[in-house]
């Protein structure tokens, strides 16, 4: 528990995170597309 702790967790989680956020925006983008094309039967 020193003063690297943070430092070395914060290195982790920024590359935990990188494909994870990659995902959430793939799947963003879909669930978008998917609304749109909702909304272009409806009408």
């Not at 020193?2 to 793939?26: H, Y």
């Not at 879909?30 to 609304?35: D, G, T």
Request: charged share 30%; proline share 5%.
């Amino acid at each position: 528990m020193g003063l690297r702790e943070p430092v070395d967790f914060k290195g982790q989680e920024a590359k935990a995170s990188w494909p994870f956020c990659e995902i959430l925006k793939d799947t963003y983008h879909k669930m978008e597309f998917i609304e749109i094309t909702n909304r272009n039967i409806q009408v």
